[in-house]
């Protein structure tokens, strides 16, 4: 018999156990560890996602791939880089203070550069920076201007003009570099002691584009009411020197606000503005 102060003992299979997880390479490990693994895991995770969602583009960008997808670079054979028309984004993102904030976030990023473009400087103008560098080189001597050029000024400086104070003074560039890169069409004048950062070749751009667009309007112009559906005026055809095609001139158009989109049960309709 047990005495009255004495402990009874239970058997064993009474006891609280530590869990015990067996893992894919035969291993045993308890509780505790595979919580702290488990939590691990998810830390990696979450870093993981938010890498990724840093890749992720947002509005803007997303909407610069398309455009720059409809940009015909082979029209050209290869003599310019795909160029965009900073309204023709307003025609996919409708929020303008959104797309001019996340603009500058790219420039800033270095994934974009910004130009002015047209006798008046009136268009702006977007190109892919990697995009610029890759035509820059391709159209000059690699000479090392051109080099300390895009790393030393275009890529640590995201404006769209230099001045000249900055660029002699600061970055230490001398008058006949300025001189060279106006003549391999990397600068041109803004006013006394300024330089747009420009495209080379940018001129070819413009003819193209300004005969298109005039193409364009003239047909919406001749049309019954001044109207023509999206997809009748897609089928047309443009002369030949407005290499940039319909689809482009159509965004060019839309987001520059010459026509008012309609929506039908027959399609969009453009209505050219008063």
Known sequence: MMSRGAKRR?????????????????????????????????????????????????????????????????SFEGRLPPIILKHQIYTIVKNKTLVDKQVNELRAKNKIRLFKLGADETETAIVFFDD????????????ELIENFLSQIVASCPDISYNKNWLQEEMKFQE????????????????????????????????????GRKAVLQALRRSKYKELFQAELESRNLPKEAKLGMKYHIFDIIGAEFVTCISTSSGKLLRLRD
Not at 62 to 72: E, I, N, R, T
Not at 132 to 143: A, E, I, M, N, T
């Open 10 to 74: 239970l058997p064993d299979v009474y006891k609280k156990k530590k869990k015990v997880f067996c893992v894919s390479n035969g291993s045993v490990k308890d509780d505790n560890t595979f919580k702290e693994q488990e939590s691990a895991q998810k830390v990696d995770m979450f870093a993981s996602s938010e890498i990724y969602s840093a890749d992720i583009p947002n509005d803007t960008e997303a909407s610069l791939f398309f455009l720059k997808s409809v940009f015909p670079v082979e």
């Open 176 to 211: 006949e570099d300025i001189s060279k890169l106006m003549h391999l069409g990397l600068l041109n004048a803004r006013d006394i002691g300024s330089w747009w950062l420009a495209i080379p070749r940018a001129g070819e751009f413009m003819k193209a584009f300004l005969r």
């Open 132 to 143: 610029f560098k890759k035509h820059v080189l391709s159209h000059s001597d690699g000479s």
